[in-house]
T-cell receptor, first 112, second 115 residues
Framework: DQQVKQNSPSLSVQEGRISILNCDYTNSMFDYFLWYKKYPAEGPTFLISISSIKDKNEDGRFTVFLNKSAKHLSLHIVPSQPGDSAVYFCAASKDTGNQFYFGTGTSLTVIP | GAVVSQHPSWVICKSGTSVKIECRSL??????MFWYRQFPKQSLMLMAT?????????EQGVEKDKFLINHASLTLSTLTVTSAHPEDSSFYIC???????????FGQGTRLTVV
């Protein structure tokens, strides 16, 4: 049972434009969410997080939005750069430091 | 950020042999380590959670006798794939966390190919 879902397997965006990656979850007990970036044959790298007490967290070009009522979160990257091309996973946990449940990933391609 | 080192980065073994993968937290004490498996074009699937000094907790469907996990110290966890078969070929990734970390730190992953 996939508790965290990323329905778009791939996304292409022009350099300089905004990239929006979406993630949905089903378990209302999740209260901590993260986005990871992954290059082929490498481990995921932490990007940004948000706890359920917030609805927005911003770090430079990256902003994560959380809509608890809709069980939906999104990652905005603006402006998008070619180096952002990677697979992005969202992950959720029931408390910090605990096990994480991952979405299926969205492959982002930023076109120069 | 914190560093987690996973070794080896890739390994090829013969069917029926065992392979050990190491996961080390280099600059923090990892009270909890997680082992994931990723099939091509699929998500990271949690296999098991291990806490230092205690038995690992395996996810449903993961054979604990086949995937032996040892977390003997706060900086080292090992995953041993016993009697490996071609269907065990996959990308295995560990992650580590501690009570003071709000995110998990991942190793580089190990590409296992069983021939």
């Amino acid at each position: 049972d996939q508790q965290v879902k990323q329905n778009s397997p791939s996304l292409s965006v022009q350099e300089g434009r905004i990239s929006i990656l979406n993630c949905d979850y089903t378990n209302s007990m999740f209260d901590y969410f993260l986005w990871y970036k992954k290059y082929p044959a490498e481990g995921p790298t932490f990007l940004i997080s948000i706890s359920s007490i917030k609805d927005k967290n911003e770090d430079g070009r990256f902003t994560v939005f959380l809509n608890k009522s809709a069980k939906h979160l999104s990652l905005h990257i603006v402006p998008s750069q070619p180096g952002d091309s990677a697979v992005y996973f969202c992950a959720a946990s029931k408390d910090t430091g605990n096990q994480f449940y991952f979405g299926t990933g969205t492959s982002l391609t930023v076109i120069p | 950020g914190a560093v987690v080192s996973q070794h080896p980065s890739w390994v090829i073994c013969k069917s029926g042999t065992s392979v050990k993968i190491e996961c080390r937290s280099l600059d923090f004490q990892a009270t909890t380590m997680f082992w994931y498996r990723q099939f091509p074009k699929q998500s990271l699937m949690l296999m098991a959670t291990s806490n230092e000094g205690s038995k690992a907790t395996y996810e449903q469907g993961v054979e604990k006798d086949k995937f032996l996990i040892n977390h003997a110290s706060l900086t080292l966890s090992t995953l041993t794939v016993t009697s490996a078969h071609p269907e065990d070929s996959s990308f295995y990734i560990c992650s580590a966390s501690s009570p003071v970390n709000t995110e998990a730190f991942f190793g580089q992953g190990t590409r296992l190919t069983v021939v």
